[in-house]
Nanobody
Framework: QVRLVESGGGLVQAGGSLRLSCAAS????????MNWYRQAPGKLREFVAS???????NYADSVKGRFTISRDNAKSTVSLEMGNLKPEDTAVYYC????????WGQGTQVTVSS
């Protein structure tokens, strides 16, 4: 079955950086677009970034120029490099794939202190 496992979250000061990773299994990874979403306390889950099978990327306006999504098909992983972090980036970050239905990882907490 499809399984997504995120890692790399933590506590960082404003202006700092973090790298999130998501390991996928149960799929032919290279055939799927991969996405990152986040959910802050009391807010709806929102799109952060995506990377297609041809490495085309798309970002939410709020993270453009600060976050970079990448993929490693040989390792079946997708990463999110986050720089110049702001307190408003504090959220649980989820890896996502759509394969007939939505699949989500368990999430990883990112906390940015001011």
């Amino acid at each position: 079955q499809v399984r997504l496992v995120e890692s790399g979250g933590g506590l960082v000061q404003a202006g700092g950086s973090l790298r999130l990773s998501c390991a996928a299994s149960g799929i032919i990874f290279s055939l799927h677009a991969m996405n990152w979403y986040r959910q802050a306390p009391g807010k709806l889950r929102e799109f952060v970034a995506s990377i297609g099978v041809g490495d085309m990327t798309n970002y939410a306006d709020s993270v453009k120029g600060r976050f970079t999504i990448s993929r490693d098909n040989a390792k079946s992983t997708v990463s999110l490099e986050m720089g110049n972090l702001k307190p408003e980036d504090t959220a649980v970050y989820y890896c996502h794939i759509f394969r007939g239905r939505d699949y989500w990882g368990q999430g990883t907490q990112v906390t940015v202190s001011s």
